[in-house]
């Protein structure tokens, strides 16, 4: 069946970096866009960054443009998310989560449009 796996967070510093991966099974990353969302206490959940399949097009959100970068790896099935200058307010559960799109460009960073959720990895951005 599908499954999504995140794994790399962890405690970090303000300023710090970190990278996150998304492994994926039980589907091909071509015909599927994959987002990072985020979810810190009392918050909604919130878009971060996608890719969409075949092209490649990303998207990001405001919050962490320049500072974020999603980046897919098909023949390993792993979106990874390289995130730089790492502020607390990025402190959070990070979740990937992917969406059919049969090969068209797909950069939505709308939770309620990705059907397929991994499990969370907390990112902690403290001193």
């Known amino acids: 069946q599908l499954q999504l796996v995140e794994s790399g967070g962890g405690l970090v510093q303000p300023g710090g970096s970190l990278r996150l991966s998304c492994a994926t099974s039980?589907?091909?990353?071509?015909?599927?866009?994959i987002g990072w969302f985020r979810q810190a206490p009392g918050k909604e959940r919130e878009g971060v960054s996608c890719i969409s399949s075949s092209v490649g097009s990303t998207n990001y959100a405001d919050s962490v443009k320049g500072r974020f970068t999603i980046s897919r790896d098909n023949a390993k099935n792993t979106v990874y998310l390289q995130m730089n200058s790492l502020k607390p307010e990025d402190t959070a559960v990070y979740y990937c989560?992917?969406?059919?799109?049969?090969?068209?460009?797909?950069?939505?960073?709308?939770?309620?449009?990705?059907?397929?959720w991994g499990q969370g990895t907390q990112v902690t951005v403290s001193s």
């Open positions: 989560a992917a969406v059919f799109t049969g090969g068209r460009v797909v950069t939505t960073l709308l939770p309620y449009e990705y059907r397929y």
């Open positions: 039980g589907f091909t990353l071509d015909y599927y866009a």
